[in-house]
T-cell receptor, first 115, second 117 residues
Framework: AQKVTQAQTEISVVEKEDVTLDCVYE???????LFWYKQPPSGELVFLIR??????QNEISGRYSWNFQKSTSSFNFTITASQVVDSAVYFC????????????FGEGTQLTVNP | NAGVMQNPRHLVRRRGQEARLRCSPM?????VYWYRQLPEEGLKFMVY????????ESGMPKERFSAEFPKEGPSILRIQQVVRGDSAAYFC???????????????FGAGSRLTVL
């Protein structure tokens, strides 16, 4: 069965610091997708990114960047120059060829950015 | 263009009562998913529905829980005879016509937080 591990339960940084959130997955699927979602204090989940297993190219979107490495089964998320508004719980999720339409979520990382 | 609408946002029930959670998918989306988030945990898949069809209910508890997505109206997650362990946030998500396994980008609602006294 697939598994997603976010080993960092909580991270606290000071504004403008860079921070990396780790995500490691386990699977035997050949084709799969990886996602990051953000859950701010208001509670809703906000989609950030989706990558497929055949595309290991890193992606940058503003202050956000993602590093996908199949060799280490990792899909890490970096926020550059963090801001207080980045404070949220961040979830990594997996969807693959043997999981139908189900997404498997990690336990989440609570990021607190202090002013 | 309204997103995924869930109501109620907060629901308090006593043990043994019934809880009904409603979800209206995003306009143009025909697929609905329910996930449960227990305190301090990630989201766990419960059920995947299309109009009038349950496609995958592998994450639903065998008893007391049911879901439907009728031809007209919102999707309903129903929990009968609630127990304290049912206290959680229940999230609904929707996606447009299926993009294939695992690929769907889900749009989530704000969740319904159930508290069982």
């Amino acid at each position: 069965a697939q598994k997603v591990t976010q080993a960092q339960t909580e991270i606290s940084v000071v504004e403008k610091e860079d921070v990396t959130l780790d995500c490691v997955y386990e699977t035997r699927d050949t084709t799969y997708y990886l996602f990051w979602y953000k859950q701010p204090p208001s509670g809703e989940l906000v989609f950030l990114i989706r990558r497929n297993s055949f595309d290991e190219q890193n992606e940058i979107s503003g202050r956000y960047s993602w590093n996908f490495q199949k060799s280490t089964s990792s899909f890490n998320f970096t926020i550059t120059a963090s801001q207080v508004v980045d404070s949220a719980v961040y979830f990594c999720a997996y969807g693959g060829e043997t999981s139908g339409s189900r997404l498997t979520f990690g336990e989440g990382t609570q990021l607190t950015v202090n002013p | 263009n309204a997103g995924v609408m869930q109501n109620p946002r907060h629901l308090v029930r006593r043990r043994g009562q019934e809880a009904r959670l409603r979800c209206s998918p995003m306009k143009g989306h025909s697929h609905v998913y329910w996930y449960r988030q227990l305190p301090e945990e990630g989201l766990k898949f419960m059920v995947y529905l299309q109009k009038e069809n349950i496609i995958d209910e592998s994450g639903m508890p065998k008893e007391r829980f049911s879901a439907e997505f009728p031809k007209e109206g919102p999707s309903i997650l129903r929990i009968q005879q609630v127990v304290r362990g049912d206290s959680a946030a229940y999230f609904c998500a929707s996606s447009p016509l299926g993009q294939g396994f695992g690929a769907n980008v889900l749009t989530f609602g704000a969740g319904s937080r159930l508290t069982v006294l």
